[in-house]
């Protein structure tokens, strides 16, 4: 009897979806006027999607 591996799943894969949230919410503040709100929006983004790069390379080398 074959038994199938579950699929791979990378580390901190909750941290693109955040970062895809708070992107998306950047760009709705820049369109309203909200720069400071934009701003921090899209640093904050920044900041998960580095740190899921970070989590999937170790992911990917263990």
Do not use: T
């Not at 038994?3 to 580390?11: G, R, T, V």
């Not at 919410?25 to 740190?51: C, D, N, P």
């Amino acid at each position: 009897m074959l038994e199938f591996a579950p699929p791979l799943q990378l580390a901190g894969d909750g941290f693109l979806y955040w970062a895809i949230v708070f992107f998306v919410l950047a760009i709705i503040a820049a369109a309203v006027g909200a720069r400071g709100v934009a701003g921090i929006s899209m640093e904050i983004a920044r900041i998960f999607v580095l740190v899921f790069i970070v989590l999937a390379i170790v992911a990917l080398l263990l």
